[in-house]
């Protein structure tokens, strides 16, 4: 009784905005479609909802042939990043208008409306209108809507990318309160977004699409501890994982005419070139360290993003805390060498220091 897509294929010109890409979604679990923007997240979801028809494969429900159910019968509800409400109607009224359309009794309408309110917690407004809500009360009041239908497949497409930064961060912690609390157990929740963050702290299946295709699926540590190749562990962490090309001799590690010794989970590596990753939080300010010099500083929130070169390699630093710099500046550096990725020179995974391909 799941959602099952086969093979689905979508190319309406030269590019294909889904590539044989197939899942098995099961009921009362949390999926999150994680991609870089074109990347095929938005098709996705509409080829569920029935907005879009693939030139290819399979999609099924509950054993049924979801390709020849109607959009109006699929029992899918869909909340998009652009916050649509109906602007002439106030918030009680913006959720129960799909229920009006289904021919709900009055009862019925009132309890569910209630619930969705609570849930989102905007019991209160029902008498407000649209404009006067801010940002993150009007995506709840989408959001509201959504859950009032109780529909069987709740499809939720970059829901928070047009907030702010700190009402993302708010809004962030609710949904996940809500997924957690206010989901059916006969629901399907799935969420698409750019934001590894989100994939995270959401943690529920993950599905890595890169121009329309599945570059890995699992649960979100996995994603996050043992990316399959180089594209998945740029596109699983903000900032992207560093990239140094460089040489595993014996027991060091050598780039840019910088030399570390080589952590116990590459021991079963061969001495050759490989394409080495390290997170940007892995690296730290040290006078102890190699000389690097600062291309930007950019403050994110209380953090310091440090974008650093050497010779031909570059990289970015995480500094937990807000500092001021000047754009070439001199600054040091140390490396967690145990916190390090090694990919073989066709970008593949071969050593992690959670474990994977280790030998």
């Not at 197939?22 to 095929?40: A, E, P």
């Not at 021991?267 to 690097?292: P, V």
């Amino acid at each position: 009784m799941n959602l099952i897509g086969e093979n689905i294929t979508y190319k309406p010109g030269d590019q294909f905005h889904l590539n044989d890409v197939s899942f098995n979604f099961k009921k009362g679990n949390l999926y999150t479609i994680l991609g870089r923007t074109l990347s095929g997240k938005t098709t996705f979801l509409k080829t569920i909802a029935g907005l879009l028809n693939p030139d290819s494969g399979n999609l099924s429900f509950e054993e049924k042939d979801f390709s020849k159910i109607p959009v109006w019968e699929r029992n899918v509800a869909m909340v998009y990043q652009q916050f649509i409400n109906y602007p002439h109607l106030n918030v009680y009224e913006n959720i129960i208008f799909p229920l009006r359309q289904r021919k709900l009794s009055q009862d019925k309408i009132k309890t569910d409306v209630e619930e969705a309110l609570k849930t989102v917690g905007l019991n209160g407004f029902e008498r407000r209108k649209i404009q006067e809500l801010s940002g993150g009360q009007q995506q709840r009041v989408a959001l509201a809507r959504s859950l009032a239908k109780k529909a069987k497949i709740l499809l939720l497409d970059e829901p928070l990318v047009n907030l702010d930064y700190k009402l993302r961060e708010q809004l962030r912690e609710e949904f996940k309160r809500i997924f957690s609390e206010g989901m059916s157990q006969e629901t399907i929740l799935i969420y698409s977004t750019t934001d590894p963050q989100e994939v995270m702290e959401l943690n529920g299946e993950v599905i890595v699409l890169d121009e329309g295709k599945v570059l890995q699926k699992g649960p979100a540590k996995e994603i996050f501890e043992n990316p399959l190749n180089l594209k998945v562990a740029e596109i699983s962490n903000d900032p992207p994982m560093n990239i140094l090309k460089g040489l595993k001799n014996s027991d060091n590690l050598n780039f840019e005419n910088i030399s570390i010794k080589s952590p116990k989970h590459f021991k079963n590596l061969e001495n050759q070139n490989y394409n080495f990753g390290i997170r940007a939080s892995e690296i730290k300010l040290d006078e102890n360290g190699e000389e690097f010099e600062i291309e930007l500083a950019e403050i994110s929130g209380s953090e310091t993003l440090l974008h650093l070169k050497k010779g031909n390699s570059k990289l970015i630093a995480l500094i937990e805390e807000v500092m001021n710099f000047k754009i070439h500046q001199k600054v040091k550096i140390i490396f967690n060498s145990n916190k390090f990725y090694a990919f073989n020179q066709s970008g593949e995974l071969v050593s992690s220091p959670y474990g994977a391909n280790n030998g």
